[in-house]
């Protein structure tokens, strides 16, 4: 029960007329939220007043600890009536559109996975197939999306994809999905990295992961990235400055690309064998614990109970 500051229930206000037949229809053919006969008849027996305030700030919905509850307390008026003004606002705020770009992009991410034949797309280049930004993209134009909706999608994330995706998407994902603090956390998308010099750096999706793909992270991946980054190595003019840094920044990445296939090495003389049906704390600590992951998905005490 919503309550204003003098303890008043806010369902009790009045709402307009309006307002409640719109909300009546709602609820009459939501099939997610089946409505009680209480709650039925305490919308009916809701008081009808036309004259309502007229809320003009539903953009600070949301902000600032400024919740849907507080909200109706602050402007002293029925949830009923506030939804109805919000539904015909055609204003989403801020927050709301951040979180709505984010959960598009990872149903995006998702099927761009599925689609793939081993659920492992690349994020840095010279791998032997596109990158995941790109195919992000033409996803998004498969969908009907148009540049200029692409280009908003993106702005919302606060980043350019490429930078999102290798800084920030697996642990909004991780977190977001954090339903219970005291359970392990749920991504269903796991980022796998190299270290700081991005050596390389892979997307997977845990419906596709299994020893085999381990082994084809070292056999194909692994392989086509040191291929591409000695024979980068080799092409560059050491003579200038410019040269220099790139060849020495190169030499970093090879040194770090030669630890992770260390470590998936380790990993496979582990007998590591995932199981989709073990879960994801199970399947993924090994891999944190190998240092393999962008963002660690399992406290101290979940790692060592696992």
């Given at each position: ?27 009459s ?14 919308i009916?027996s ?24 507080e909200?109706c307390i602050k402007?002293?008026?029925n ?19 951040q ?19 081993d659920?492992?797309?690349?994020l ?21 999306y148009?540049?200029a ?10 980043t ?27 991504p ?17 999706s ?8 381990v082994f ?8 086509n990235?040191?291929?591409?980054l ?29 630890v ?47």
């Amino acid at each position: 029960m919503v309550l204003d500051k003098e303890g008043l229930p806010v369902g009790d206000y009045s709402v307009s007329s309006q307002a409640k037949e719109a909300y009546k229809e709602w609820l009459s053919t939501n099939t997610e939220f089946t409505a009680s006969p209480e709650v039925w008849e305490h919308i009916d027996s809701l008081e009808i007043n036309e004259d309502q305030p007229h809320i003009d700030d539903f953009e600070s919905l949301y902000q600032n600890n400024n919740g849907w509850e507080e909200f109706c307390i602050k402007h002293k008026m029925n949830p009923i009536e506030v939804w109805y003004q919000f539904k015909n606002a055609g204003i989403l705020p801020p927050q709301c559109t951040q979180v709505l770009a984010f959960e598009l992009i990872t149903d995006v991410i998702r099927s761009v996975l599925a689609k793939d034949d081993d659920g492992v797309i690349p994020l840095t280049e010279r791998m032997g197939e596109e990158q995941l930004a790109g195919r992000i993209e033409q996803e998004l134009v498969e969908r009907g999306y148009n540049s200029a909706q692409i280009s908003q999608i993106i702005q919302l994330l606060g980043t350019p994809l490429d930078k999102y995706l290798q800084d920030k998407f697996f642990k909004q994902l991780s977190d977001h999905l954090n339903l219970f603090m005291y359970l392990p956390k749920t991504p269903f998308i796991w980022h796998l990295t190299s270290g700081p010099h991005h050596a390389i750096e892979l997307y997977i999706s845990i419906y596709k992961w299994s020893r085999d793909t381990v082994f084809r992270i070292k056999s194909v991946y692994i392989a086509n990235r040191e291929t591409a980054l000695n024979d980068r190595l080799s092409g560059i003019d050491i003579s200038t400055a410019n040269g220099q840094l790139e060849a020495a920044e190169l030499k970093e990445q090879l040194k770090e690309l030669k630890v992770f296939a260390e470590k998936i090495d380790e990993l496979l003389a582990s007998g590591y064998d995932p199981k989709l049906d073990d879960g994801v704390g199970k399947n993924i600590a090994p891999l944190q614990k190998a240092g393999l992951l962008s963002y660690e998905v399992l406290n101290a005490g979940q790692l060592k109970n696992t």
